[in-house]
């Protein structure tokens, strides 16, 4: 690889993580809006790599389960919300690793609340976990009655 394409390929990955990091801002607001309380954005610790004193570079130190936890007032319920930003209004089983899915449908199965915040070209939406229809090949769009199906639209009181 060429040191324009690695400093391409770096670029590309920064705007993707400013992307995502406005989306995961963007997501944390609607759950706050949405009734939640004690709404936290689960942080990705980083290890530093340093070379004779100088820092050149960081990698994450582990994986973390999801982007967002909350409660919901009155019941104590457990809520984790995984952010996924993509450009078109499609919503793929392909944007999640397999660990993650594990994750969701884990913590869904102990009783949480398992909400995805998708920030789309269109807007954002927070779907209710599982999403009933995503399978490989078969993606879900905003146009969709299975997206419909699974909005969330807040807690009520």
């Known amino acids: 690889m060429s040191d324009l394409d690695a400093v391409a390929r770096r670029l590309r990955s920064r705007a993707n993580t400013i992307r995502g990091g406005d989306a995961q801002e963007i997501v944390g607001q609607r759950l706050r809006a949405g009734g939640l309380e004690l ?3 689960v942080e990705t610790g980083w290890r530093v790599q340093r070379v004779r004193g ?8 582990g994986k ?3 982007d967002w ?3 919901v007032p009155g019941t104590g319920q ?6 996924k930003s993509r450009k078109d209004s499609q919503l793929s089983l392909s944007d999640f ?6 994750a969701l449908t884990a913590h869904t199965a102990f009783g949480g609340l398992t909400l995805i915040g998708h920030v789309h070209s269109r807007g954002v939406a927070v779907l ?4 009933v229809g995503l399978e490989k090949g078969r993606p879900l769009n905003a146009y969709d009655e299975r997206w419909t199906a699974a ?6 009181p």
């Open 64 to 66: 973390v389960h999801c």
């Open 39 to 41: 709404v936290q954005r």
């Open 128 to 131: 209710r976990w599982p999403l």
């Open 54 to 61: 100088r820092i050149t570079g960081a990698s994450p130190m």
């Open 151 to 156: 909005l969330w639209d807040g807690v009520r």
């Open 97 to 102: 690793e397999r660990w993650q899915l594990d």
């Open 78 to 83: 457990s809520v984790r919300c995984e952010v």
């Open 69 to 71: 936890s909350a409660i």
